[in-house]
């Protein structure tokens, strides 16, 4: 998966519910997998999403460490 296939993924749903993101990215690979994940193995994604309501004035953060 790549970094935009991951933020496009959490963007449509948050938008769905009147939500947008607070950052300009979804996520990030963690530590050396950032540095394998281009030769074919398995990288850990951190996913950090910060989803914002500005109407209502608003916001949440969440992170999870997906491994594999």
Known sequence: ???????????RPA????????HVHAGHLVGEMSRTAETGRIAHWSREIRL???GRGVGGFHE?????
Not at 1 to 11: N, R
Not at 15 to 22: A, I, P
């Open 1 to 11: 998966m790549t970094g935009a296939l991951l933020f496009a993924e959490v963007d």
């Open 15 to 22: 938008r769905e519910r009147g939500r947008v993101l607070g």
């Open 64 to 68: 999870r460490i997906d491994l594999g």
């Open 52 to 54: 914002t309501d500005a």
